[in-house]
């Protein structure tokens, strides 16, 4: 049983498409992630859900949208992708309300805009 | 805020050796500090967490972690390194804010000779 599940693993795409990757978690757990992962391997943050409400949303641009239909879903909706948008995206998620801090990440999302 | 800083993007051992990666941090808050690891093009596994209880923490592997609140510290160390042990090591601290959210440091790859 995969704890936090991210489709598709490999997305390649041209430039300009509209692209969505998904990603669902079993561990019950009530706040869930999205991380981008360059090309040196620097991980940043880009938005978080606590049960399906929206709690961050760093500078990203406004292309990337989430959408989080419930507590165990969040998904990462990209439009008009960009050349430097390539990059890993992996999912995660946590039981952070109940004081647990530690994550648990998907297998990621590799996207490679041609 | 809070961050981490990871000296060194690259340590070799040889097998058998002694492992130590480093990590420091900054936090305006009692922190709580993660190690994770990352085997290539695989997720985010986590080693072990600091939340303020044991300062020594001991993790999977054979790995473990001392936070010391005087250096700002929270070194990952391994008696003894094994070939399957090469992987990227990520450090991460939490302020335990409402947003929940890891600031990760920039990774250490570890390179472990035979």
């Known amino acids: 049983d995969t704890a936090v599940s991210q489709t598709p693993k490999y997305l390649v795409t041209q430039m300009g498409n509209d692209k969505s990757i998904k990603c669902e978690q079993n561990?019950?757990?009530?706040?869930m992630y999205w991380y981008k992962q360059d090309s040196k391997k620097f991980l940043k943050i880009m938005f978080s859900?606590?049960?399906?409400?929206?709690?961050i949303n760093e500078t990203v641009p406004n292309r990337f949208s989430p959408k989080s239909p419930d507590k165990a879903h969040l998904n990462l909706h990209i439009n008009s992708l960009e050349l430097g948008d390539s990059a890993v995206y992996f999912c995660?998620?946590?039981?952070?309300?109940?004081?647990?801090?530690?994550?648990?990440f998907g297998s990621g999302t590799r996207l490679t805009v041609v | 805020a809070q961050s981490v800083t990871q000296l060194g993007s690259h340590v070799s051992v040889s097998e058998g050796a002694l492992v130590l990666l480093r990590c420091n941090y900054s936090s305006s808050v009692p922190p709580y500090l993660f190690w994770y690891v990352q085997y290539p093009n695989q997720g985010l596994q986590l080693l072990l967490k600091y939340t303020s209880a044991a300062t020594l923490v001991k993790g999977i592997n054979g790995f473990e972690a001392e936070f010391k609140k005087s250096e700002t510290s929270f070194h990952l160390t391994k008696p003894s390194a094994h070939m399957s042990d090469a992987a990227e090591y990520f450090c991460?601290?939490?302020?335990?804010?409402?947003?929940?959210?890891?600031?990760f440091g920039s990774g250490t790859r570890l390179l472990v000779r035979p």
């Open positions: 995660a998620s946590s039981q952070a309300s109940k004081g647990d801090y530690g994550y648990t």
């Open positions: 561990l019950g757990h009530d706040t």
């Open positions: 991460a601290v939490s302020g335990m804010d409402s947003s929940y959210k890891l600031i």
């Open positions: 859900y606590n049960n399906k409400e929206l709690i």
